[in-house]
């Protein structure tokens, strides 16, 4: 039996784009404001009112590849043509630490990372109530040109297509509701006895204190 430190929980929040996992996700990270966020790699360009090392970390195809090179990534993929991944060494610190970190990455992503941390990964799917109303939300969203759009419906069906390697499935119809979910997925997985096996092993043990 375990009285060691639980690491941290690795929380993959993903969707096709356009069903409101950036949206689900800030919700979470102003509740729950001690989880950390994995600021991604990318050789995407900025949208407008996109910062370099807010949304990203904006990088070129050239450092990109370096990095790879380096072993500097947990996790990298191929993303509607883009390079996207997550730094190596937030991932082991946050993870030795005790720290939860939310992940925003596709289902590439999130596979490598199970097979990495079978232990602290939990992976969520976020679907959206139908492609129509997929398609709308991209529109209102307007940050993507007709052309990016078409594309990002295209391969939606292919993405949804992973929903099995998941663990939670989420269908964000009405936000409210999509929220409590997400909301009762991450604060399940707290409490995990696997988690909670030290603090029960300090009772049994009689110690007054953990000592973390
Ligand atoms: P993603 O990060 O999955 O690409 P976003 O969070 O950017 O998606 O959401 C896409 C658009 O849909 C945004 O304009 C957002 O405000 C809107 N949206 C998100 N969730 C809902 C919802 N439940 N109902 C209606 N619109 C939503
Ligand atoms: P966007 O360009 O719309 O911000 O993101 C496109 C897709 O890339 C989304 O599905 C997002 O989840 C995914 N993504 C973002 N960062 C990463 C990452 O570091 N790794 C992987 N595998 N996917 C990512």
Known sequence: MSSERPRGLLLVVSS???AGKTTLCNRLRE????????????TRKPRPGETDGVEYH????????????D???????????NMYGTAAGLVSTALANGRDILFDIDFQGGRQLRRSFPEEVVLVFILPPSLR????RLRRRATDSDEVIAQRLKVARSELAHYDEYDYLIVN???????????????????RRQRQAAVAQQLIEGQEELPW
């Not at 509740?31 to 990318?42: A, D, L, Q, R």
């Not at 195809?61 to 990095?67: K, L």
């Not at 072993?71 to 043509?81: K, P, R």
């Open 16 to 18: 096709p784009s356009g």
């Open 173 to 191: 119809d009405e936000l409210d509701r999509a929220y409590d979910a997400l909301r009762a997925v991450y604060v399940g997985a707290l409490h």
């Open 71 to 81: 072993d500097e990534f947990a996790e990298y993929a191929m993303v509607h043509g």
């Open 58 to 69: 904006f990088v070129s195809g050239e450092r990109f590849q370096e990095m790879i090179a």
């Open 133 to 136: 109303e997929l398609e709308r």
């Open 31 to 42: 509740e729950f404001p001690s989880i950390g966020f994995s600021v991604s790699y990318t």
